[in-house]
C-alpha cells in the first residue's frame, strides 16, 4: 500500500511540532525542576520539518537542515542550522555544506556529529555526509554513504562507529547497511543485509551493544519483522515478529534493558497499541495502550526513571499536538 502524499505532507509538518516539544523536553532536565508542565521557548530563525536534532556534550541541541516552503509552496530543502540553548533560546550557527531534509544526526563519542544522507536540494536522495565540531562552529564534508538513501537510521555503537541502516532510494526501499567509522572518514558497506528492506522504521541499541532494527515499509506494505545487528560479528540476524506490523513507529531502549515500541500506521489505520521487545528472551509482548493511537511521533526516555514521553505524530491525518 502506498503511503498518500497528504500523509507525508502531515508528517513533515509535525515534525517542527515534535523538534520544538524535544527542545522543551531537554529544557526541563537541564536547568528546571520537572513539573509536568510545558512552557514556551524562544522561536526558531527558521521555519524548518524534516530537521534533525541531537544533543551536544555541552547541553545545547543543534537543529539541522530541514524543509521550509518557498514563495509557490513547495517544500525545499535547508542548509541552515541552529542552537538550542540551556537558557531557552535559539542562535544560528554555521550552515552545513549540502541542503538536505529527512537525513540522520548522530553525536559521536569525540562530541562532533555525523549528518548524513536525507533528500537535497534537487529533491532526490543524496549520498553526501558531513561532520559538526561544535567548539570551532564549522562543518567539515567527510566521506560519502555507499547509497544515497533519506528515511533511514543512524545508531552509535559501543566502538564510536556509527550503523546506518534502511531508507528510501528513488522510491525503493533499501535493505543495505554502512558502518562509518570516524577516525577514517569513510563508510563500509555492512556484510550483512536486513532481512526486508525497510523505509520509516524504528532503530534501538540494546545494552549489549547489539541493534534492533524493526518494522517499517518494505515498498509494498508494512513490516511486523525486525533485525537484530550483532557489531561484534558484522552480521545481522532475524529477530522475532511483532504482533502487528507497523511504519511510522518508535522504539525506546528503557533503564531495563527491554525495548518500547510505540503507535504507527499498519498500512489501513494508525495504531494506539505498543509492545516491548525483551532481549534475554527474544520475544515481543503487547503492553498499554496508547491514549490516542499516532504515527510519525517521537518518543523519549526521561531521566532517573523507567518513564517514556510520546509526543506529537499524526492521526488520521491530522498532526497532534497530544503527547
Not at 10 to 32: D, H, M, N, P, Y
Not at 243 to 262: E, I, M, N, P, W
Not at 276 to 304: E, I, K, N, W
Request: glycine share 12%.
Amino acid at each position: 500500500m502506498q503511503r498518500s502524499t497528504s500523509s507525508r505532507l502531515a508528517v513533515s509538518v509535525l515534525a517542527v511540532f515534535s523538534l520544538l516539544c524535544s527542545t522543551l523536553l531537554i529544557k526541563g532536565i537541564i536547568s528546571q525542576v520537572p513539573t509536568g508542565t510545558w512552557a514556551l521557548a524562544g522561536n526558531m530563525a527558521s521555519p524548518r520539518s524534516g530537521a534533525a536534532t541531537v544533543a551536544l556534550q555541552d547541553g545545547r541541541l543543534l537543529i539541522a537542515g530541514g524543509g521550509a516552503p518557498d514563495a509557490t509552496g513547495n517544500s525545499v530543502a535547508l542548509a541552515s542550522v541552529e542552537v538550542f540553548d540551556t537558557s531557552g533560546n535559539f542562535a544560528a550557527v554555521a550552515p552545513m555544506n549540502f541542503a538536505r531534509t529527512k537525513h540522520t544526526a548522530v553525536a559521536l563519542q569525540d562530541g562532533r556529529v555525523l549528518v548524513a544522507g536525507g533528500i537535497g536540494g534537487g529533491g532526490t536522495a543524496i549520498d553526501s555526509a558531513e561532520l559538526y565540531d561544535p567548539v570551532a562552529n564549522t562543518w567539515t564534508v567527510t566521506g560519502s554513504l555507499k547509497v544515497a538513501r533519506s528515511g533511514h537510521t543512524a545508531s552509535l555503537l559501543p566502538d564510536g562507529t556509527v550503523l546506518i541502516a534502511g531508507g528510501d532510494n528513488a522510491g525503493v526501499a533499501q535493505n543495505s547497511l554502512e558502518v562509518f567509522d570516524p577516525t577514517a572518514g569513510v563508510f563500509t558497506t555492512a556484510t550483512g543485509a536486513l532481512s526486508s528492506p525497510r523505509d520509516s522504521h524504528a532503530a534501538a541499541v540494546l545494552q549489549d551493544g547489539r541493534v534492533l532494527i524493526v518494522g517499517g515499509f518494505d515498498g509494498a506494505k508494512p513490516l511486523a519483522s525486525s533485525d537484530v545487528y550483532d557489531p561484534s560479528t558484522g552480521s545481522v540476524s532475524a529477530g522475532p515478529a511483532m504482533s502487528t506490523a507497523r511504519q511510522g513507529l518508535s522504539a525506546t531502549t528503557q533503564l531495563d534493558g527491554k525495548v518500547f515500541v510505540a503507535g504507527g500506521n499498519n498500512g489501513s489505520v494508525d495504531l494506539d497499541s505498543t509492545e516491548v521487545y525483551d532481549p534475554a528472551a527474544g520475544t515481543f509482548a503487547v503492553s498499554a495502550t496508547l491514549a490516542t493511537a499516532r504515527q510519525g511521533h517521537q518518543a523519549f526516555l526521561l531521566p532517573h526513571s523507567n518513564n517514556i514521553l510520546i509526543v506529537g505524530g499524526t492521526s488520521s491525518g491530522a498532526a497532534l499536538n497530544s503527547s
